[in-house]
């Protein structure tokens, strides 16, 4: 059985669930860190909402100040980002590990086929990479080796 939706217990693997850690959430940071632009960056940082800052990011690509390696570092920058979420906060750690080996599939209905796995009639036959799944059983990997310390 896989787990493919971040609600409910599981929102905790949301880009968009709050975090003490990486503040004031993942998404907010991965996407501050798109573009070089400390003006960029300071604007998406303050959004009040991480679909704000998501949008603020996209208009940072529009404006030609998206970071030219972006799609060559955007997977690193996200495991970077995630691995701290889970790894200092044991609320969020234990849930992790308690998915065992179950598959971990960014189910959506807003057609990323990068992070997840877009589930609307669009996209039925467009299969998704899950980018953030394949991040966050990485980082469960990782964390195993980790579970018998107290952080």
């Given at each position: 059985m896989a787990i493919d939706t971040f609600r409910g217990e599981y929102f905790c693997f949301s880009n968009f669930s709050p975090s003490t850690i990486?503040?004031?959430?993942?998404?907010?940071?991965?996407?501050?860190?798109?573009?070089?632009d400390p003006q960029w960056q300071k604007q998406i940082m303050a959004?009040?909402?991480?679909?704000?800052?998501k949008q603020?990011?996209?208009l940072c690509k529009e404006a030609g100040k998206e970071r030219?390696?972006?799609?060559?570092?955007?997977?690193?920058?996200?495991?970077?980002?995630?691995?701290p979420k889970f790894m200092f906060d044991s609320g969020y750690?234990?849930?992790?590990?308690?998915?065992?080996?179950?598959?971990?599939i960014e189910g959506n209905w807003w057609h990323d086929n990068f992070w997840g796995?877009?589930?609307?009639q669009r996209c039925v036959n467009i299969p998704g990479q899950n980018n953030l799944g394949k991040v966050l059983m990485s980082?469960?990997?990782?964390?195993?080796?980790?579970?018998?310390?107290t952080f």
């Open positions: 990486i503040r004031p959430t993942v998404e907010h940071v991965y996407q501050a860190n798109r573009t070089f959004a009040g909402k991480a679909s704000e800052a603020l990011a996209k030219p390696d972006w799609h060559k570092v955007n997977i690193s920058v996200m495991f970077c980002l995630v691995l750690r234990n849930i992790l590990l308690g998915t065992d080996d179950q598959d971990i796995d877009c589930r609307c980082i469960r990997v990782f964390l195993k080796g980790f579970s018998t310390y």
